[in-house]
């Protein structure tokens, strides 16, 4: 896998990208890469540069922009909708999850982002969570699985629903399709 870790507020910066998790590590401890935070947060701009970095890479990789903030989206300089960003992102095959920590976001804005382009939304609250978290992003990246459909016909909505017997108690993952896009 390779990492790109991007910075955005009022400024949009790549920080490291590689696939060496020990040059990425040096890249942020102690925060080299991280001087600067503050200002605006521009959700929709690193959105569209992750996106368009990430569409350069092999078609046959798994992508996966993690979201990381702790506020609303407030100095984008892009005028398009958001709506239209994550449609980028999907149909490159780009998986969005957001990750919100703290209280004062707008939690749905950050769920439709993530469940239109196939991610999912996490929510902390504490510095003593980012371990966990991170660890069940992983999780979800090692044990996921690609799983194309054609429906007959659109609807509003389609929901699909797949079990995975084990020999504890069966686990069960939904998603919801809805066409065409709505943000």
Known sequence: ?????????????LIVKGNNMSSI???LIPTNGLEGFGGGTAVKDI??????????ESKDDFKLIVLFTDGDSNSDMTALPMQAIVKQATENNINIVSVAFGSYLDIAYLQDIAQYSGGNLYHIYRAEEFEVLFNNIFEDVQVSYDLEFA???FGEE???EMKLKSDDEPL???TVFRSPLVE
Do not use: E, H, V, W
């Open 1 to 13: 896998s390779t990492y790109n870790i991007y910075k955005f507020s009022q400024d949009n910066d």
């Open 25 to 27: 590590r040096r890249a």
């Open 47 to 56: 959105l569209i540069q992750a996106i368009t970095d990430l569409k350069n």
């Open 151 to 153: 429906p007959c016909m």
């Open 158 to 160: 389609i929901t699909l």
């Open 172 to 174: 069960i993952g939904r």
